[in-house]
């Protein structure tokens, strides 16, 4: 796997997939769809979408997930699609043969598409290593909604 810029290789692994046939806006239209969503949830949204670029994208996803799962050993059930991209290809240039021996030029876009998946599990580790444990308890006198026995605790109550 290529190291790419701004893709972390210990959480991150991703997919690229270069000239595909078809226009930047309409892949960019099914690509905000997905972005930010699972893995699991990703699949049923592109088998479900109308729009030719569905297929060529859920190959793409589809790819990305095995790598995470071949290369680094993560579990594809806690995959996020943590970016999803779509630029614009070289044009295809190509004539058409019209009357009186003239030409007609035909453009026929393609775009480049990247899938980045990162995996959640690690940062749901973390977040459980930096919780305080059940038995560190705030002291009551130094929270400051208790700080006068009258007042019934409200930031605006003034006697």
Not at 47 to 56: G, I
Request: proline share 4%.
């Amino acid at each position: 796997m290529i190291a790419k810029k701004g893709v972390n290789p210990n959480t991150e692994t991703y997919a690229l997939s270069q000239h595909i046939r078809i226009s930047a806006p309409k892949a960019r239209r099914v690509i905000d769809q997905i972005r930010g969503r699972s893995y699991e949830e990703t699949l049923r949204i592109l088998e479900l979408m109308p729009y030719r670029a569905c297929y060529p994208i859920l190959k793409l996803v589809y790819s990305a997930a095995e790598n995470a799962s071949q290369n680094m050993g993560f579990n594809k059930a806690a995959l996020v699609i943590s970016k999803a991209e779509v630029n614009e290809g070289t044009n295809v240039k190509k004539l058409k043969p019209r009357a009186r021996g003239r030409s007609y030029p035909i453009k026929r876009t393609t775009c480049h598409i990247t899938i980045v998946l990162k995996d959640i599990s690690l940062y749901e580790e973390y977040i459980i290593w930096l919780k305080k444990p059940d038995w560190i308890h705030k002291n009551k006198y130094r929270d400051m909604r208790n700080h006068d026995m009258y007042s019934s605790g409200d930031v605006w109550d003034k006697k």
